[in-house]
Nanobody, 124 residues
Framework: QVQLQESGGGSVQSGGSLRLSCVAS????????MGWFRQAPGKEREGVAT???????TYADSEKGRFTISQDNAKKTLYLQMTSLKPEDTAMYYC??????????????????WGQGTQVTVSS
């Protein structure tokens, strides 16, 4: 059974940077698609950035140019480098994985494997 564990969240001031990590364990083959999602209180979970097994990336419009998703297959780790953080980026950030191809990679319901989340708080 695949398990995902996020880390790297924290509190930063507006304009700051953070790097989130997600370590995958317990799986015997590569996940087809992995991604970062976030959920703020009272809001739906939304896609931030995804990457598939061929290295193709997808970003939400508001994150383009600020966030970078990457993966280290040898370490079974997914990363999200976040720069120029804004207060509206404050949310719980989740790592997710899918073992099948997803037509809409930023759609959270398409993913079946989730981590517990890591909190990111950006103050103005």
């Amino acid at each position: 059974q695949v398990q995902l564990q996020e880390s790297g969240g924290g509190s930063v001031q507006s304009g700051g940077s953070l790097r989130l990590s997600c370590v995958a364990s317990g799986y015997t083959r590569s996940n087809y698609c992995m991604g970062w999602f976030r959920q703020a209180p009272g809001k739906e979970r939304e896609g931030v950035a995804t990457i598939d097994s061929d290295g193709r990336t997808t970003y939400a419009d508001s994150e383009k140019g600020r966030f970078t998703i990457s993966q280290d297959n040898a370490k079974k780790t997914l990363y999200l480098q976040m720069t120029s953080l804004k207060p509206e980026d404050t949310a719980m950030y989740y790592c997710a994985a899918s073992t099948i191809m997803i037509i809409e990679p930023l759609s959270a319901p398409k993913y079946t494997i989730w981590g517990q989340g890591t909190q990111v708080t950006v103050s103005s």
